[in-house]
C-alpha cells in the first residue's frame, strides 16, 4: 500500500502523469498557463421597449433580460453591462407625451445568472479574493475597485494575463483557477500593478453559465428590468416582443485535463509570442476559447509562395465558420504577439469529408434481424467519427481500424468489403462567372476509363440539362495512361434515352497527384444540392486519409452507406461457393456510374 501510494503521488507531481484536475492546474499555474473556464451559449436579440411617460433614454439593466427553451429545458440569459439607448416620444392630439419607445437591436445575451460579489480589502490580512461559484464564464467577469477618492462603483481594473508592460500604476488583475472549477482574483503588489488601497471595495460582476448546454435557445421571452433616465424603474405599456437574430450557439464546457496538458507547455514554449506554427496554435486557443482546432501555415509552404504572410484557419467548436467580426478581433489581438512585418490572413474553414460505402457480409444463422446489427454498426462507426484524431486540421482515417471496429462488432460478421471515398463541398456563385479550385490534400486513384471524380447534379448557363462532373486521364495514342497524373475535367449530362451526353467538353483539370480539381470560368445558374452547394467526391490512392495543411478532416457517417449481405457460406445454405460468386458477389474496387450516389 505504501509503494501504490508513493507512486500516485510521484505521479501526480508531474504535469504529463498527473489525473487529478486540481493537480494538473496547479501544475499548469507553475508555468503561467490560465486554462479556459467554461463559455456561455450567445444569442443575438432585437426588441423595443414601450413606456407610459416622458423619458429620453432608457437603460436595460445589467442582468437577467429573456428566457429561452429548448428540448422543453428553460434557461436565462443575461448581459454583463448595462444597455442604454435613447427613446421616441408619442403624443396625443393635444400634443402630451402618450410614451416613450426604445430600440434595443442586436444585443448579445449570455446564457446564465448574472451574479455579483462585494470584498472590502483589508491590508492587515493575507486576504484572497475567492469567486466562490463554481462554472464562471471569465470572459464576463467585470472588476471595479472603489478607493476613498471614487465615486459610484469605482474605477474599472482590466483583466491581464500576464505582466508584461505592467507598471506599478497598472489597474490590472488576474484570475487563476482553484478547486472545484472556481477562481481567484489577484492584484497588483505596487510592483506590477496597482496595489490596492486599505478598505476599498471590489465590486466583481459575472455570469454563470450551463456551458453547452445553454446551446440551442431560439425562442425568447422578456424578463428583463428597464430604468428611465431618472434611474426609475419602466413597467413596459405591453411586454415586448423579442425577435432572434440568431440563435445561441457557441457554448462551450471548462477545459478539458488532456487539453491543458497539451496547451499548456506549448504556450509557456510560446512565451507570448507567435513565430512558430506551434506558438500560433497555443496562443489562438487562449484569444479565442471558442477554437476546436486550427491549422498554420507559413506563406513559405502556400503555392505560390508568400513571404511575410502566415495563413490561419480555425474551426470553431459549434458551427463551421468564424465570423468576420471575430476574424478581425482575433487578428488585431495576434499583433500583439506577432513579429513585426507578418501579416495574418484568416480563412474560412474548409472541410474534407471522408465516407464508406460497405459491404458487411454476416451469417445469418446467428442473427435474427440484420437491421439491428446494422444499426450497431453505424453507432459503432458514429463512435469513431468523434474520435479526437479525426475531426482536426491534421487529422488522419486509418483504414484498418475502420475495418477492425465493423468485424468486432458482432461474432455474426465474417467480413466487410469497404471502399473509401472523399468529399469536397464547392460553394458556388449562382448565375455569375467564376473559376474555382478545389484541394483534396490526398493523391487520386486513377481509372483508366474514367468516372474517378463525380459530383452531384447541377445547371449551366445555356443548357436546362442537370449536368455532372466527370473525368478522363491523359492518355497516350495507343490509349494507355501518358504518366502526367492529369485529367480533363467535363460536364456531362443524360438525355431522354439515358445516354450520356457531352455539355462542355472541357471544363477544368484534374490532377491526380497533388489532388486538386482546377475549374475554368463557368456559369452556373443551379444546384440539386441545397444551399449552392456541388458535393465533389474522388476515390483516394490510400485509404489512409490525411487532412493536409488547412484542411480539416471529418468524418462523415450520415453519408456513409453500409450494405448487409448474407453469407451464404458461413450460414451453410451454399457449400460450394457456386451461389455466392454468383449472387453475392462485391467489387472491392469503385463503380463505374456517372453520377454521385
Same mark, same amino acid.
Request: glycine share 6%.
Given at each position: 500500500?505504501?509503494?501504490?501510494?508513493?507512486?500516485?503521488?510521484?505521479? /501526480?507531481?508531474?504535469?504529463?502523469?498527473?489525473?487529478?484536475?486540481?493537480?494538473?492546474?496547479?501544475?499548469?499555474?507553475?508555468?503561467?498557463?490560465?486554462?479556459?473556464?467554461?463559455?456561455?451559449?450567445?444569442? =443575438?436579440?432585437? !426588441?423595443?421597449?414601450?413606456?407610459?411617460?416622458?423619458?429620453?433614454?432608457?437603460?436595460?439593466?445589467?442582468?437577467?433580460?429573456?428566457?429561452?427553451?429548448?428540448?422543453?429545458? @428553460?434557461?436565462?440569459?443575461?448581459?454583463?453591462?448595462?444597455?442604454?439607448? $435613447?427613446?421616441?416620444?408619442?403624443?396625443?392630439?393635444?400634443?402630451?407625451?402618450?410614451?416613450?419607445?426604445?430600440?434595443?437591436?442586436?444585443?448579445?445575451?449570455?446564457?446564465? $445568472?448574472?451574479?455579483?460579489?462585494?470584498?472590502?480589502?483589508?491590508?492587515?490580512?493575507?486576504?484572497?479574493?475567492?469567486?466562490?461559484?463554481?462554472?464562471?464564464?471569465?470572459? =464576463?467577469?467585470?472588476?471595479?475597485?472603489?478607493?476613498?477618492?471614487?465615486?459610484?462603483?469605482?474605477?474599472?481594473?482590466?483583466?491581464?494575463?500576464?505582466?508584461?508592460?505592467?507598471?506599478?500604476?497598472? /489597474?490590472?488583475?488576474?484570475?487563476?483557477?482553484?478547486?472545484?472549477?472556481?477562481?481567484?482574483?489577484?492584484?497588483?503588489?505596487?510592483?506590477?500593478?496597482?496595489?490596492?488601497?486599505?478598505?476599498?471595495?471590489?465590486?466583481?460582476? %459575472?455570469?454563470?453559465?450551463?456551458?453547452?448546454?445553454?446551446?440551442?435557445?431560439?425562442?425568447?421571452?422578456?424578463?428583463?428590468?428597464?430604468?428611465?433616465?431618472?434611474?426609475?424603474?419602466?413597467?413596459?405599456?405591453?411586454?415586448?416582443?423579442?425577435? #432572434?437574430?440568431? *440563435? *445561441?450557439?457557441?457554448?462551450?464546457?471548462?477545459?478539458?485535463?488532456?487539453?491543458?496538458?497539451?496547451?499548456?507547455?506549448?504556450?509557456?514554449?510560446?512565451?507570448?509570442?507567435?513565430? #512558430?506554427?506551434?506558438?500560433?496554435? *497555443?496562443?489562438?486557443?487562449?484569444?479565442?476559447?471558442? =477554437?476546436?482546432?486550427?491549422?498554420?501555415?507559413?506563406?513559405? /509552404?502556400?503555392?505560390?509562395?508568400?513571404?511575410?504572410?502566415?495563413?490561419?484557419?480555425?474551426?470553431?467548436?459549434?458551427? =463551421?465558420?468564424?465570423?468576420?467580426?471575430?476574424?478581425?478581433?482575433?487578428?488585431?489581438?495576434?499583433?500583439?504577439?506577432?513579429?513585426?512585418?507578418?501579416?495574418?490572413?484568416?480563412?474560412?474553414?474548409?472541410?474534407?469529408?471522408?465516407?464508406?460505402?460497405?459491404?458487411?457480409? %454476416?451469417?445469418?444463422?446467428?442473427?435474427?434481424?440484420?437491421?439491428?446489427?446494422?444499426?450497431?454498426?453505424?453507432?459503432?462507426?458514429?463512435? %469513431?467519427?468523434?474520435?479526437?484524431?479525426?475531426?482536426?486540421?491534421?487529422?488522419?482515417?486509418?483504414?484498418?481500424?475502420?475495418?477492425?471496429?465493423?468485424?468486432?462488432?458482432?461474432?455474426?460478421?465474417?467480413?466487410?468489403?469497404?471502399?473509401?471515398?472523399?468529399?469536397?463541398?464547392?460553394?458556388?456563385?449562382?448565375?455569375?462567372?467564376?473559376?474555382?479550385?478545389?484541394?483534396?490534400?490526398?493523391?487520386?486513384?486513377?481509372?483508366?476509363?474514367?468516372?474517378?471524380?463525380?459530383? #452531384?447534379?447541377?445547371?449551366?448557363?445555356?443548357?436546362?440539362?442537370?449536368?455532372? !462532373?466527370?473525368?478522363?486521364?491523359?492518355? #497516350?495514342?495507343?490509349?494507355?495512361?501518358?504518366?502526367?497524373?492529369?485529367?480533363?475535367?467535363?460536364?456531362?449530362?443524360?438525355?431522354?434515352?439515358?445516354?450520356?451526353?457531352?455539355?462542355?467538353?472541357?471544363?477544368?483539370?484534374?490532377? %491526380?497527384?497533388?489532388? /486538386?480539381?482546377?475549374?475554368?470560368?463557368?456559369?452556373?445558374?443551379?444546384?440539386?444540392?441545397?444551399?449552392?452547394?456541388?458535393?465533389?467526391?474522388? !476515390?483516394?490512392?490510400?485509404?489512409?486519409?490525411?487532412?493536409?495543411?488547412?484542411?480539416?478532416? @471529418? !468524418?462523415?457517417?450520415?453519408?456513409?452507406?453500409?450494405?448487409?449481405?448474407?453469407?451464404?457460406?458461413?450460414?451453410?445454405?451454399?457449400?460450394?461457393?457456386?451461389?455466392?460468386?454468383?449472387?453475392?458477389?462485391?467489387?472491392?474496387?469503385?463503380?463505374?456510374?456517372?453520377?454521385?450516389?
Amino acid at each position: 500500500i505504501t509503494a501504490f501510494n508513493s507512486n500516485m503521488i510521484v505521479n /501526480e507531481s508531474f504535469l504529463d502523469s498527473a489525473t487529478v484536475r486540481e493537480n494538473v492546474v496547479s501544475l499548469a499555474r507553475n508555468i503561467g498557463y490560465v486554462p479556459r473556464s467554461r463559455s456561455s451559449a450567445q444569442a =443575438t436579440v432585437s !426588441f423595443d421597449f414601450t413606456t407610459s411617460g416622458n423619458t429620453p433614454t432608457i437603460t436595460l439593466q445589467a442582468g437577467l433580460v429573456c428566457v429561452g427553451s429548448a428540448n422543453d429545458t @428553460s434557461f436565462v440569459f443575461s448581459i454583463p453591462e448595462s444597455i442604454t439607448t $435613447t427613446t421616441t416620444q408619442t403624443f396625443d392630439a393635444n400634443g402630451n407625451i402618450v410614451s416613450s419607445t426604445g430600440s434595443f437591436n442586436n444585443i448579445v445575451v449570455y446564457q446564465g $445568472t448574472y451574479l455579483t460579489k462585494t470584498f472590502i480589502v483589508d491590508g492587515s490580512l493575507d486576504q484572497r479574493f475567492l469567486l466562490e461559484n463554481s462554472f464562471i464564464d471569465t470572459s =464576463t467577469i467585470k472588476v471595479f475597485v472603489k478607493g476613498a477618492a471614487d465615486t459610484g462603483l469605482g474605477r474599472e481594473y482590466r483583466k491581464v494575463d500576464n505582466i508584461l508592460n505592467i507598471t506599478d500604476i497598472s /489597474e490590472t488583475y488576474l484570475i487563476q483557477e482553484i478547486t472545484d472549477e472556481r477562481y481567484e482574483l489577484l492584484f497588483g503588489d505596487g510592483v506590477f500593478g496597482k496595489k490596492l488601497e486599505n478598505e476599498a471595495v471590489i465590486t466583481v460582476s %459575472y455570469i454563470v453559465t450551463d456551458g453547452t448546454e445553454g446551446n440551442g435557445p431560439a425562442r425568447f421571452s422578456f424578463a428583463g428590468s428597464v430604468v428611465s433616465s431618472s434611474n426609475q424603474i419602466s413597467l413596459p405599456s405591453t411586454t415586448p416582443t423579442i425577435t #432572434t437574430v440568431s *440563435a *445561441a450557439a457557441n457554448g462551450g464546457n471548462i477545459e478539458s485535463i488532456d487539453s491543458i496538458k497539451y496547451f499548456a507547455p506549448r504556450l509557456y514554449s510560446s512565451q507570448y509570442r507567435a513565430v #512558430t506554427g506551434r506558438d500560433y496554435e *497555443a496562443i489562438i486557443q487562449t484569444i479565442y476559447p471558442r =477554437t476546436e482546432s486550427v491549422a498554420v501555415v507559413g506563406g513559405e /509552404e502556400l503555392d505560390p509562395p508568400q513571404f511575410g504572410k502566415v495563413q490561419i484557419s480555425i474551426k470553431p467548436k459549434n458551427g =463551421t465558420y468564424v465570423s468576420d467580426f471575430d476574424k478581425q478581433q482575433i487578428k488585431n489581438n495576434l499583433k500583439n504577439y506577432a513579429i513585426a512585418g507578418i501579416n495574418a490572413d484568416i480563412i474560412d474553414l474548409k472541410v474534407l469529408y471522408v465516407e464508406l460505402d460497405s459491404t458487411i457480409y %454476416y451469417n445469418s444463422a446467428q442473427v435474427s434481424s440484420s437491421n439491428k446489427l446494422k444499426s450497431r454498426i453505424t453507432n459503432a462507426l458514429t463512435d %469513431y467519427s468523434r474520435n479526437i484524431d479525426i475531426n482536426k486540421f491534421g487529422g488522419r482515417f486509418k483504414y484498418s481500424k475502420a475495418l477492425q471496429l465493423i468485424d468486432r462488432v458482432d461474432s455474426a460478421i465474417t467480413s466487410n468489403i469497404t471502399k473509401v471515398k472523399i468529399r469536397r463541398d464547392m460553394k458556388v456563385l449562382i448565375n455569375q462567372f467564376a473559376q474555382y479550385e478545389l484541394c483534396f490534400g490526398n493523391k487520386f486513384h486513377i481509372n483508366p476509363e474514367g468516372y474517378n471524380i463525380k459530383s #452531384t447534379g447541377f445547371k449551366v448557363s445555356g443548357s436546362d440539362n442537370v449536368v455532372f !462532373f466527370t473525368d478522363v486521364p491523359n492518355k #497516350t495514342a495507343n490509349g494507355s495512361l501518358d504518366g502526367s497524373n492529369k485529367g480533363v475535367l467535363s460536364a456531362i449530362s443524360r438525355d431522354n434515352k439515358n445516354e450520356l451526353r457531352v455539355i462542355v467538353k472541357s471544363v477544368g483539370m484534374v490532377d %491526380y497527384a497533388k489532388g /486538386e480539381i482546377l475549374l475554368n470560368t463557368i456559369n452556373i445558374t443551379e444546384t440539386n444540392a441545397d444551399n449552392d452547394i456541388i458535393e465533389i467526391q474522388a !476515390f483516394p490512392d490510400s485509404n489512409d486519409v490525411i487532412g493536409l495543411k488547412d484542411l480539416y478532416l @471529418s !468524418f462523415d457517417v450520415s453519408n456513409t452507406k453500409i450494405n448487409m449481405v448474407k453469407d451464404v457460406i458461413a450460414s451453410g445454405e451454399d457449400v460450394s461457393g457456386v451461389v455466392f460468386s454468383r449472387d453475392y458477389y462485391t467489387s472491392s474496387y469503385s463503380n463505374g456510374k456517372l453520377e454521385r450516389e
